[in-house]
């Protein structure tokens, strides 16, 4: 599944959602763009605390930087029944925004 982005007409990179010029080269000619929804694990934290609210029933669960293959970074969940197994480069999949906010990924293999 895509993931709904922006990309720059000027350098070309592309961002998530919610930034109004390039973080990059500052242009203001981005766009909406589909960017692949296919990544890998950059760095990731598990989670045990159990939070009041929506997240309640998912704890432990992984909150990860996904690295895009085209180089988009997202700070989102990556839901997996064994989420002490997780390791950095784990390749993953998008599928869904769980709130505006809350990209959630799962493991590709
Ligand atoms: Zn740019």
Do not use: W
Not at 52 to 76: C, H, Q, S
């Amino acid at each position: 599944m895509n993931i709904p982005a922006i990309k720059c007409g000027d350098c070309g990179t592309v961002h998530p959602r919610g930034v109004a010029v390039c973080p990059a080269c500052g242009s203001e000619k981005i766009q909406e763009y589909e960017a692949k929804g296919e990544g890998e694990i950059h760095t990731y934290t598990v989670n045990c605390f159990v939070p009041a609210g929506k997240f309640k029933d998912r704890a432990p669960y992984v909150i990860a930087v996904v690295r895009t293959v085209e180089n988009m970074f997202l700070t989102a969940l990556v839901d997996t029944e064994s989420p002490f197994n997780i390791k950095i480069g784990d390749k993953v999949r998008f599928r869904h925004y769980e709130d505006p906010l809350t990209p959630v990924f799962e493991l590709a293999s």
